[in-house]
């Protein structure tokens, strides 16, 4: 297998040389005429593709073998030169993705995303959110036909060909139905299908091929992507099921859809105004307080992450609106349900354990969930990462670390080697590098719109509490043990609840905790 992985990389990489520069330049460079086999144009673009990708990577294992070979792991010419080389390598990984679109900049888009990789990549990758080139109409309308029918005007009264917004796999446009009911079509690109099953293809072999990058950069895991983003019914379903969870509030919307016009490569749904979630502007120029989303954003997701086990895996700016509609002066509209994660129920009830043992920095508890999530000696480093706090820290929950503190998880981290932070990224399951990824995104977002951390920590505190108690069910056993499990929870909740109220009080924020936890049922 080896052998022939080696034998598909020289290949390969070969054949990029001669092509990569041409198909950069001029990605439509096959000269086919429009009625040859389609099927011949897609396998030879992803053979370029492939290529591209190969090429890529063998570039960066290259550079990584050869500019840090012979140097002391712990000499700062190493971190000097390590530094150096993750920028040249993000820079090439960043053209990979800009020339290969779709999965790529979904890729890129992820790795951005991620607070464990180092700052060059997720700074350079950055730029990937918010760039996607719309695909030619003419492109747009034969998926739409072979997928709604050849006459599009038996649907839809007015349909504009300027797309509305385009992604990394689609673009949407806005059009009017025969009713008169206004909604956003979702259309998928051109020939995405065929070009997935290549990259997916294509990755997986450099995966097996290029072992040393992974254990130094990230562990590749298609699980973490949480979903197939490219059937659009499965969006629709998973769209569907959030807005059941968000029945009761008023703060969500989720575009409803249609389905007599929703096939696996076109979705239609409710179309929704606003602005994105970090637009100031936009919220100035309404009224709407940047601090108050913030705070309503993070207990969303909380909510997601903690009680209803199903999560948004993709809350990016461009997935989440701000609308001046609501009761409380706006709402949040949830787009994009392509990639969503179902929790484990074992790993959702752990997690909310976890948060629990965070907030009353219970060492012990936090070490006997770091055994049962497989990380074993690592998970002393749970709260630096998600409360800002060491596992010794005598600190108040948000109030991060002394100086001494500081300095004594700066030594301690000097010890650890690059093997020990890739042991940790994989060993972590699978939920929890969604759950990473999500947390990563939002904590951007938070600082975007000018709140303080603290809102998380108190919003993640808080729906932990309400994770356990949801867990609750008279009807699941005995009277007696649904009894003794409800005293129990109330006891440990009131417990929380002083310790979230202290938190809260200096913060100025107002902690909307019931005085007794709430049965929860999604």
């Given at each position: 297998m080896r052998t022939k992985n080696t034998l598909y990389l020289i290949t390969a990489t070969g054949f990029a040389g001669l092509t990569y520069q041409s198909s950069a330049e001029n990605p439509n460079?096959?000269?086919?005429?429009?009625?040859?086999?389609?099927?011949?144009?897609?396998?030879?673009?992803?053979?370029?593709?492939?290529?591209?990708?190969?090429?890529?990577?063998?570039?960066?294992?290259?550079?990584?073998?050869?500019?840090?070979?012979?140097?002391?792991?712990?000499?700062?010419?190493?971190?000097?030169?390590?530094?150096?080389?993750?920028?040249?390598?993000?820079?090439?990984?960043?053209?990979?993705?800009?020339?290969?679109?779709?999965?790529?900049?979904?890729?890129?888009?992820?790795?951005?995303?991620?607070?464990?990789?180092?700052?060059?990549?997720?700074?350079?990758?950055?730029?990937l959110q918010d760039k996607a080139v719309p695909c030619h109409f003419k492109a747009i309308k034969k998926v739409l036909t072979d997928n709604l029918g050849e006459d599009l005007s038996e649907?839809?009264?007015?349909?504009?060909?300027?797309?509305?917004?385009?992604?990394?796999?689609?673009?949407?446009?806005?059009?009017?139905?025969?009713?008169?009911?206004?909604?956003?079509?979702?259309?998928?690109?051109?020939?995405?299908?065929?070009?997935?099953?290549?990259?997916?293809?294509?990755?997986?072999?450099?995966?097996?091929?290029?072992?040393?990058?992974?254990?130094?950069?990230?562990?590749?895991?298609?699980?973490?992507?949480?979903?197939d983003s490219t059937d659009f019914v499965q969006e629709a379903k998973n769209s569907e099921r959030t807005s059941k969870n968000f029945k009761r509030n008023s703060m969500v919307r989720v575009p409803r859809v249609f389905w007599d016009l929703t096939r696996s490569q076109v979705l239609t749904m409710q179309y929704c105004s606003g602005s994105k979630v970090d637009d100031l502007e936009f919220m100035k120029k309404f009224g709407i307080n940047p601090k108050k989303v913030a705070k309503a954003l993070v207990e969303v997701f909380a909510e997601m992450i903690f009680v209803h086990g199903f999560l948004h895996g993709d809350p990016h700016p461009g997935n989440i609106?701000?609308?001046?509609?609501?009761?409380?002066?706006?709402?949040?509209?949830?787009?994009?349900?392509?990639?969503?994660?179902?929790?484990?129920?074992?790993?959702?009830?752990?997690?909310?354990?976890?948060?629990?043992?965070?907030?009353?920095?219970?060492?012990?508890?936090?070490?006997?969930l770091g055994e049962q999530f497989g990380v074993g000696k690592y998970s002393r480093y749970f709260p630096v990462i998600f409360t800002g706090r060491t596992i010794d820290s005598k600190s108040a929950l948000g109030r991060g670390m002394s100086l001494e503190e500081k300095m004594n998880l700066k030594q301690e981290l000097k010890s650890l080697k690059m093997e020990d932070i890739s042991s940790f990224m994989e060993s972590l399951p699978p939920d929890f590098i969604t759950i990473l990824r999500t947390d990563g995104l939002l904590r951007s977002i938070i600082s975007k719109l000018g709140a303080s951390q603290r809102i998380r920590l108190l919003a993640y505190a808080k729906y932990s509490v309400y994770g356990l108690s949801s867990k609750l069910n008279?009807?699941?056993?005995?009277?007696?043990?649904?009894?003794?499990?409800?005293?129990?929870?109330?006891?440990?909740?009131?417990?929380?609840?002083?310790?979230?109220?202290?938190?809260?009080?200096?913060?100025?924020?107002?902690?909307?905790?019931p005085r007794t936890p709430p049965i929860l049922t999604t």
């Open positions: 460079f096959l000269p086919f005429p429009n009625d040859f086999a389609e099927k011949v144009r897609a396998g030879l673009n992803g053979v370029v593709r492939s290529s591209r990708a190969v090429y890529t990577i063998t570039s960066n294992v290259v550079d990584y073998k050869y500019s840090l070979h012979g140097l002391p792991l712990d000499s700062d010419e190493y971190h000097l030169k390590l530094s150096e080389v993750n920028l040249r390598s993000a820079k090439r990984m960043l053209k990979l993705c800009e020339a290969n679109k779709g999965f790529y900049v979904k890729g890129g888009q992820f790795v951005a995303a991620m607070r464990q990789v180092p700052k060059e990549y997720s700074s350079t990758l950055s730029s649907f839809f009264l007015s349909f504009d060909e300027q797309p509305i917004a385009a992604a990394s796999i689609a673009q949407v446009h806005r059009a009017l139905l025969k009713d008169h009911q206004e909604v956003a079509v979702k259309v998928q690109y051109p020939g995405l299908e065929q070009q997935m099953k290549i990259d997916f293809a294509t990755v997986r072999i450099l995966s097996n091929s290029v072992a040393w990058v992974r254990k130094k950069i990230l562990k590749f895991n298609n699980s973490t992507a949480g979903g609106l701000v609308s001046p509609e609501g009761r409380n002066g706006f709402s949040l509209v949830l787009l994009d349900h392509g990639v969503c994660k179902e929790l484990d129920e074992q790993f959702r009830l752990g997690y909310c354990e976890l948060w629990n043992a965070l907030i009353l920095l219970d060492s012990n508890k936090i070490q006997h008279p009807e699941s056993g005995g009277t007696v043990k649904y009894a003794f499990s409800r005293f129990k929870t109330t006891v440990g909740y009131l417990q929380l609840r002083l310790i979230l109220g202290k938190l809260a009080f200096p913060c100025g924020v107002m902690l909307d905790i």
